[in-house]
């Protein structure tokens, strides 16, 4: 048997075994990770060309056909190496759905408790009942959807009283202060609110508040270390919402209790403080309970109590199951999530639906992909056995035809079937490669008519230590899946304006952040249409002289204009207005621009943001940049997903460089297969949400989980890719 098995500690000690054993130039059939260590399938090169050379001549381009032998030889090898974990299966699986429960809420990160409460319920089901859940998931979600507590009402921290964020030291407590408050003054305005800080130990906290403040124009007040809220009874009268923003400390701190003690005011007829906890959502589950548990009990002892929390950093976390399995746990109700460092935006009102979703994404899918693979290999079974053979050869027919679709119909994908090869390389190697690659990918971009340039900010993505490359699109939203890495890659910004000018023929860009005003007047000297996305709070000069927050000009713009559009997979509506405006220091004119995005099956806000094109571009042409950049504004994020799967199937040994690339590319292909409207593209966009088991809508999230799973589904779609090449 040709086919052998190498198991190491880790991917580069597995492939060292692979190398000594088979050579340098052996064939990699599957790699993944298993509980006792890293597994690797290969074969030798010689065997393939053995294999190729005993093929028949009509069927040496079939490489469907040399797949089916070889996937016969792979199964047969798995088959012989799990013959006694496969005698242990039972025939009989009386209590199938209840493994199939704790398997999926075990991978979730869900504690032992509530695992058997859920499966308590679920045993408790009548007979008929029982056997009317057909999908095991489901249930599963609307069962925890049950369990995690909502406020009655949206924004019910807004109600009048007062209101003091407690957490552990690094939570987000001041930056998610200054969200409310950015969302209480939007709502109810600026008088009725006074911003407190308690956080005189960490360097900068009190002035990081007092810049929030004074954008909002909110009155602000810092307690001194020992002051309570008695000294501030003064300053309180007329204000319906007092937030306080507290000291963060250890939960395991004997302190505490005097901390929560001086939040409470004396007045007379004044509720107690509502204290509200926040969790780091990507903290362990064994943590953040202890957190809970210990500031509950200080709370206690301070004749106070907490009941409300704030789950933050979600954008950071892999698995919420653990920060879920808490709340429902201890009963807090959740009143906001927040999801990144911008204020206001990243700060939504919690979804239990999608919550969930997010806390189960792929466990189910992969317990069920699991599942099916471990009774493909029991020996007991063999026409069972067989008939799984098929299926896994005719997945493998399937996958390769898909792969092959996309090479047809995307333009640019073999830029990205270049870089998935580049990463296999020695990472020696892949420096030199990477380079060829990008000079290689410049004029592939040309010819796919790349119209829109898009530039990310000139700074690190968020929870990350690399920059996000930049990319190119034909359309609003079909980004071409080859992401530009500059040459000074821990830099780009500096050299960002040699890029545009010299090395992409793009004929607009769209920028994350607004350039320097160098590039703006270069662009402006040739008239080439731009966008970039400013925040609320920068300065801009009215056409009467006055200079103002972008903010402050809202309620005056006019020319309202509605523009439906898919955005992150659902259908929505985008409501835009304008003003002109200069910059201050500035003469040239520009156009502001104030949009807010409203979902239209949830009736609910998807974002607000402002934007700034410059004069000499019609209102069309800037109405259109915004449905661009719109289209592509999930990139970062997507990107940093695509990281970190890739980081788990076993390619974090790679250069930073190669899986940049690699991570974005990804990315821009999800976003690409989102919007886009070609046919033949449809149904590839709904075979990759199969892959991986994703249902519902087809976003790019779902559709980037569907491309890792091709890129590294099993040795059916590696040993296809490989007989692919080689009958060419």
Request: glycine content about 6%.
């Amino acid at each position: 048997m040709s086919v052998r098995r190498f198991l190491g500690a880790n991917n580069r000690d597995a492939m060292r075994q692979v190398r000594e054993s088979l050579g340098a130039d052996a064939m990699i059939l599957s790699s993944r990770q298993l509980p006792e260590g890293y597994e690797i399938l290969a074969m030798a090169e010689e065997a393939l060309e053995e294999k190729v050379a005993q093929a028949d001549n009509t069927q040496l381009n079939d490489f469907s056909a040399l797949a089916q032998r070889l996937l016969g030889e792979v199964q047969e090898m798995r088959s012989m190496l799990n013959q006694q974990q496969a005698a242990q299966v039972p025939q009989e699986k009386p209590q199938h759905a209840v493994r199939e429960l704790v398997n999926i809420l075990q991978a979730a990160g869900f504690s032992g408790e509530l695992i058997r409460e859920i499966v308590a319920q679920f045993s408790a089901l009548p007979s008929a009942e029982a056997n009317k859940v057909v999908d095991i998931s489901q249930w599963l979600a609307e069962q925890l959807q049950q369990r995690l507590l909502l406020p009655a009402m949206p924004a019910e921290l807004f109600a009048d009283g007062v209101v003091a964020l407690v957490g552990p030291t690094g939570v987000g407590k001041t930056t998610t202060t200054a969200k409310l408050a950015a969302h209480y003054v939007m709502q109810f305005g600026a008088e009725a609110l006074l911003l407190v800080t308690t956080d005189g130990y960490r360097v900068g906290a009190r002035e990081q508040l007092k810049i929030y403040a004074g954008l909002l124009n909110v009155d602000m007040y810092a307690l001194e270390d020992g002051e309570g809220l008695a000294q501030l009874e003064q300053r309180m009268q007329g204000k319906k919402l007092v937030l306080i923003d507290t000291v963060g400390m250890s939960q395991r701190d004997q302190r505490l209790t005097q901390r929560i003690s001086e939040l409470q005011t004396r007045a007379a007829n004044t509720a107690k403080t509502r204290l509200v906890l926040l969790l780091n959502s990507a903290s362990q589950r064994e943590t953040l309970a202890e957190v809970v548990q210990l500031f509950q009990q200080y709370a206690e002892q301070a004749n106070n109590h907490i009941h409300d929390c704030i789950l933050t950093k979600v954008d950071e976390s892999v698995r919420l199951g653990g920060a879920l399995d808490v709340l429902v746990r201890e009963g807090l109700t959740l009143h906001f999530i927040s999801n990144g460092q911008r204020v206001p935006e990243d700060l939504e009102l919690p979804d239990a639906a999608v919550l969930i979703e997010k806390a189960l994404d792929g466990v189910a899918a992969e317990y069920a992909e699991f599942s099916q693979w471990l009774a493909s290999v029991t020996v007991d079974e063999a026409p069972s056995q067989r008939a799984n053979t098929g299926k896994l050869q005719a997945q493998g027919k399937t996958l390769a035809s898909l792969y092959a679709q996309l090479q047809q119909q995307v333009a640019a994908f073999s830029q990205l079937h270049e870089l998935r090869e580049i990463a296999e390389l020695p990472n020696i190697e892949q420096a030199e490669a990477l380079v060829e690659w990008q000079q290689h990918g410049t004029s592939v971009l040309a010819k796919a008519a790349a119209r829109t340039a898009h530039w990310p900010r000139s700074k690190p993505v968020a929870g990350c230590s690399w920059y996000l490359p930049a990319a190119c699109s034909v359309a609003a939203g079909e980004m071409l899946p080859c992401t530009y890495l500059p040459q000074n890659f821990a830099d780009q910004h500096s050299s960002l304006t040699a890029q545009i000018c010299n090395e992409l023929a793009a004929e607009q860009h769209v920028f994350a952040a607004l350039p320097e005003r160098e590039l703006l007047a270069e662009l402006a000297h040739n008239n080439v249409p731009w966008i970039a996305v400013i925040n609320r709070n920068h300065r801009v000069v009215r056409p009467d002289g006055a200079r103002v927050a972008a903010l402050a000009l809202r309620a005056t713009m006019h020319n309202h204009t509605k523009l439906p559009l898919q955005y992150r997979g659902e259908a929505a509506q985008l409501i835009l207005s304008q003003e002109k405006i200069t910059l201050p220091g500035e003469s040239a004119h520009y156009t502001l621009w104030y949009g807010e995005l409203n979902s239209i099956e949830r009736n609910s806000n998807l974002a607000r943001r402002f934007w700034l094109t410059p004069d000499y571009m019609s209102l069309a042409e800037g109405e259109q940049l915004i449905l661009e950049q719109l289209a592509g504004d999930e990139l970062a994020r997507l990107s940093r997903q695509a990281y970190r799967l890739l980081e788990q199937a076993g390619y974090s040994a790679l250069p930073q460089n190669t899986l940049v690339a690699l991570a974005s590319s990804m990315a821009a292909l999800a976003i690409y297969l989102e919007h886009t409207k070609k046919a033949p593209l449809l149904s590839a966009r709904q075979r990759l949400l199969s892959i991986p088991g994703k249902r519902g809508k087809a976003n790019a999230r779902k559709i980037l989980s569907g491309i890792m799973h091709l890129f590294e589904a099993s040795a059916a779609m590696q040993i296809m890719s490989a007989a692919g090449v080689r009958s060419e």
